[in-house]
T-cell receptor, first 114, second 116 residues
């Protein structure tokens, strides 16, 4: 069965500094990996996905993520954090193909401090 | 981009009431929709997978008679919480996946259900 681990409950970073939100996964076969962001009392917004191809994936709002097969990781990154990036971030995985629902990590709360 | 509309966004009602939540894909067709439940400061828990024109597939531990799901068209799925009780209070989020390979799931804004 597939699973996702987000080892950090909370990440704090100063505005303007680079940020990293960590994610590791376990899945049979080649994974489909996703990052979503959730603001208070809202649903999840899609940020980016990795299906195949270039290991560095660029997404919305200046975010990017790097797929590392040997480390089974898919860390979310942004070169310069904004206060408005403060939110709850979820990493998710699904095995290839079909309509299998996403399996989510527990989430990481990002706080960007001015 | 793909938009999923969920309604209502907030419901407060008395114990024993049945509550219906609607989930619509506005600009795409969704053969499959998903219903999640989220407790405070926790991740999303998949409740059921809803396929258009067929019965929903419920996750282990989710009462199908308590949480009725109907997916009557390619753009609409509904979740009805029957005879709701305070322990059913939660944040419910629907999701829809565009038809086609490798498509991401898109999420509604959620429904906060409070049972008094």
């Amino acid at each position: 069965a597939q699973s996702v681990a987000q080892p950090e409950d909370q990440v704090n970073v100063a505005e303007g500094n680079p940020l990293t939100v960590k994610c590791t996964y376990s899945v049979s076969g080649n994974p489909y990996l996703f990052w979503y962001v959730q603001y208070p009392n809202r649903g999840l917004q899609f940020l980016l996905k990795y299906i195949t191809g270039d290991n560095l994936v660029k997404g919305s709002y200046g975010f990017e993520a790097e797929f590392n097969k040997s480390q089974t990781s898919f860390h979310l990154k942004k070169p310069s954090a904004l206060v408005s990036d403060s939110a709850l971030y979820f990493c998710a995985v699904t095995p290839p193909g079909g309509n299998t629902p996403l399996v989510f990590g527990k989430g990481t709360r990002l706080s960007v401090i001015a | 981009g793909a938009v999923v509309s969920q309604h209502p966004s907030w419901v407060i009602c008395k114990s024993g009431t049945s509550v219906k939540i609607e989930c619509r894909s506005l600009d795409f067709q969704a053969t499959t929709m998903f219903w999640y439940r989220q407790f405070p400061k926790q991740s999303l828990m998949l409740m059921a997978t809803s396929n258009e024109g067929s019965k929903a597939t419920y996750e282990q531990g989710v009462e199908k008679d308590k949480f009725l799901i109907n997916h009557a068209s390619l753009t609409l799925s509904t979740l009805t919480v029957t005879s709701a009780h305070p322990e059913d209070s939660s944040f419910y989020i629907c999701s829809a996946r565009e038809t086609g390979f490798n498509q991401p799931q898109h999420f509604g804004d959620g429904t906060r259900l409070s049972i008094l």
